[in-house]
């Protein structure tokens, strides 16, 4: 069968499954656009590529399937550069397709001609610059089989406008042959020995969750590990979900704005066992007093990560899940009912800090709400967050209980990921309940997309957290900079007016007693909401690890007078 | 302490830049990177000589991170591995017919040869290691050099044996060389 290089493109789509793409057309992907038209596949107008990126980001966190986004050459492609990195740092798979001027322009500084694959070479797990239509099928095969398999991550195929054009002979590939690429599945048996003989000696274990128990989807795997060796689990802000919150051996988050109690019991700890997760330096405090007395077991599928930052004394390099069955087998079972109780000791004396058991002083606290949100959705929900503290005390507060719910840029850290993640996540769950919590700050990087949401009729509940400030850097201003606040003080926009603009109902809250009813009316009003939280403006995440210092030394919110 | 690989890659357009845009990204400093055509053409061959401050770690390192590039076929680090290594020197040295004799000389004690004679300057070329040219430059310094051009170290293993691997995966895989890196992680 002879096609155009752009209906091929589509005709590898529908084969990979793909049931959405966001994207934005332009010149060089023109005849991608206009064959589209002859397809299955829905497409999403996005209202700037950053937001398109991060759509099919979220859509692929929604739905652990691979996320595809488009735009054309030059500036449509290089405001995909965030977003791509974003799913970068987090291991997310997504194929980007990006229009080129045609071949025998490149080089010549055409009309919208930006060396895309160069620029995106040390932000993607792979990218091609495919010059003929005979190569389309084949790039794409091999793309999305990439972005999804070993560790995961984004991939960019560069299309130049000629072999959109040209037709060849259709094949689809029947597998993808890649000599250099061969993911490890299983971890030598010795070393799973050496592993298991750790874990029998150890008195005091701790499990860090990492991303990379989702992305494996090995939660179950992880579930029996726990509950046959009674370990406790502890997340990373990834790993948030793969764990049920409300499990007896869960500790929640560990790390900067981890839990104290979490943080101690990997100070505290004999065995470390690290379940795809990568000592992220937001994680560890300083390198040189982290987890002193424990012996660190290292699953990961990706060998550059083992002893990187954190040396491991079994690296076990490997799909997790796969190690994982191979493992529990051969283990023992445990109660370390010791260890257990000196863990809830410390849990017990943190929780009379916690901001969540102040008594009432009227005042919006973001942590309150964020309770107030998990209660009304009945901890269900799917939730999104932009980065900074309302990011944090999402993290800390919205209690979840099964993963590929919680979207958050981790790694990258991307302000305006809320919003836009949230629309992607709509088509992969459109009955699940969907929050979007965003600051201020965040929201306004990328609040356009609201149109995009209405178009879509996408229902997304927007939480905007407002105190006038960029709160986290405010924060560290107040901490470690003598409250010398430098750019932090923002004017914000009359946001409800700004969301019934775009077609979105809107409140604005600014007391403790129209909260509930606020959140009632956004969860019953169909389609995309806004609501602005006026809130406390200067309140801090607590706990926190200052940049640099050890675990354990965590900066605790002052007790109530 | 400098480290010698030999990286096979997909003979493909843009590996080269793939491969040193990781020595940059990853704060490497690649003292040489030869490269060229193999028995297979579909292969690419990479002699990269390295600057590894913190030994085996470093190699560890260096050598998970080429891997992740899809086009990387293999790995081996050929360092403390008895090998071949060849490095070749074009030298055009300033000198007039009344010294000639004695570069001439030079060159047969190194086993180079005269390639080309101008009125006022010769080409030497040179076969060797590192070492090896190393010596001759600086005998030949004193007389005045003009230009020089290197081609960057080869390496080649003797009779059959390999280089270390140590990435897990990989054929012949060495585990042992990871248990070392114990007391070397900084």
Same mark, same amino acid.
């Given at each position: ?195 298991? =003989? ?44 793969? %764990? ?34 990568? %000592? ?14 424990? =012996? ?164 997304? =509940? ?17 901490? %470690? ?13 009359? %946001? ?66 | ?186």
């Amino acid at each position: 069968m002879k096609l155009k290089g752009a209906e091929i493109v589509w005709e590898c789509l529908v084969r990979e499954g793909v049931e959405v793409v966001f994207g934005y057309p332009g010149g060089a992907n023109m005849p991608i656009y206009d064959a589209m038209l002859n397809y299955p596949i829905h497409h999403v107008l996005v209202r700037h590529e950053q937001g398109g990126a991060h759509m099919a980001d979220g859509y692929a966190r929604a739905s652990g399937k691979v996320g595809v986004s488009m735009a054309t050459s030059g500036p449509g492609a290089t405001n995909l550069v965030t977003g791509i990195a974003t799913a970068m740092m987090d291991s997310v798979p997504v194929v980007f397709i990006t229009g080129q001027v045609a071949a025998h322009l490149i080089g010549g500084d055409a009309f919208q001609e930006i060396d895309v694959t160069g620029i995106t070479l040390p932000i993607t797990k792979h990218n091609y610059l495919v010059t003929r239509a005979d190569e389309i099928a084949e790039t794409i095969r091999e793309a999305f089989y990439v972005a999804k398999s070993g560790r995961p991550g984004p991939v960019l195929i560069d299309i130049c406008k000629n072999a959109q054009v040209e037709s060849c002979e259709f094949i689809y590939p029947a597998e993808v042959e890649l000599s250099g690429y061969k993911p490890v599945m299983h971890s030598p048996r010795p070393l799973l020995d050496e592993a298991v =003989k750790l874990i029998e000696k150890a008195k005091r274990p701790v499990i860090l969750c990492g991303h990379g128990v989702i992305m494996s989807k090995a939660e179950e795997e992880l579930m029996q590990f726990a509950v046959k060796t009674q370990t406790p689990v502890a997340n990373t802000l990834l790993g948030l979900g793969a %764990f049920p919150a409300s499990h007896e051996l869960n500790l929640g988050m560990m790390g900067m704005h981890g839990e104290v109690h979490t943080n101690l019991a990997i100070q505290n700890a004999d065995l470390i066992l690290a379940f795809g997760m990568r %000592f992220d330096d937001r994680v560890t405090g300083t390198l040189k007093t982290y987890a002193p007395k424990a =012996k660190k077991i290292h699953i990961e599928i990706d060998p550059a990560e083992v002893h990187k930052n954190v040396f491991a004394d079994v690296p076990l390099v490997g799909d997790l899940k796969t190690v994982l069955r191979d493992m529990i087998p051969l283990l023992d079972e445990y109660d370390h009912d010791e260890w257990k109780q000196e863990i809830s000791k410390w849990r017990s004396e943190a929780d009379a800090r916690s901001i969540m058991n102040w008594p009432e002083d009227g005042k919006l606290y973001v942590a309150h709400l964020i309770g107030d949100i998990w209660k009304a959705s009945g901890g269900g929900a799917i939730v999104t967050t932009d980065v900074g503290q309302h990011q944090m005390w999402t993290a800390q507060y919205y209690q979840l209980e099964a993963p590929n719910r919680w979207i958050t840029s981790g790694g990258a850290g991307t302000m305006g990921f809320g919003l836009p993640s949230a629309i992607g996540a709509w088509f992969a769950a459109k009955d699940q309940e969907i929050w979007a919590v965003a600051g201020d700050g965040g929201f306004q990087m990328t609040a356009a997309e609201l149109t995009t949401a209405v178009q879509e009729g996408a229902n997304v =509940k927007v939480a905007i957290m407002n105190n006038n400030f960029l709160g986290m850097v405010r924060q560290w201003q107040e901490f %470690f900079f003598e409250k010398r606040y430098s750019a932090v003080n923002m004017r914000t926009p009359d %946001f409800v007016k700004l969301a019934e603009a775009h077609g979105v109902p809107a409140r604005r809250v600014t007391s403790r007693d129209e909260v509930d009813d606020a959140i009632e009316w956004a969860r019953k009003t169909p389609g995309p909401v806004v609501l602005e939280f006026k809130v406390e403006q200067e309140d801090a995440v607590y706990p926190m690890v200052p940049a640099g210092a050890a675990l354990h030394e965590m900066l605790q919110r002052p007790v109530k007078q | 302490m400098n480290y010698t690989f030999i990286v096979k890659v997909e003979n493909k357009p843009g590996v080269l830049n793939r491969v040193s845009s990781l020595f940059r990204r990853r704060n490497f400093n690649i003292e040489s990177l030869a490269v060229g055509r193999t028995e297979n053409p579909d292969v690419s061959r990479m002699t990269i000589v390295v600057d590894c401050p913190n030994g085996d770690v470093d190699a560890h390192k260096l050598e998970a991170n080429l891997y992740k590039l899809v086009n990387v076929i293999d790995v081996q680090d050929v360092t403390r591995q008895p090998s071949v290594t060849r490095d070749l020197a074009l030298i055009k040295v300033k000198v007039g017919p009344e010294r000639r004799a004695e570069v001439n000389g030079l060159a047969d004690i190194f086993r180079a040869h005269i390639v080309d004679v101008a009125p006022d300057s010769v080409i030497v070329e040179i076969t060797g290691t590192e070492d090896k040219i190393e010596g001759m430059i600086e005998l030949l310094r004193p007389i005045g050099i003009m230009e020089m051009v290197r081609t960057g170290q080869i390496s080649m293993t003797r009779g059959a044996l390999d280089g270390v691997r140590r990435m897990p995966g990989t054929v012949g895989s060495r585990y042992d060389d990871i248990m070392d890196l114990a007391e070397m992680m900084p």
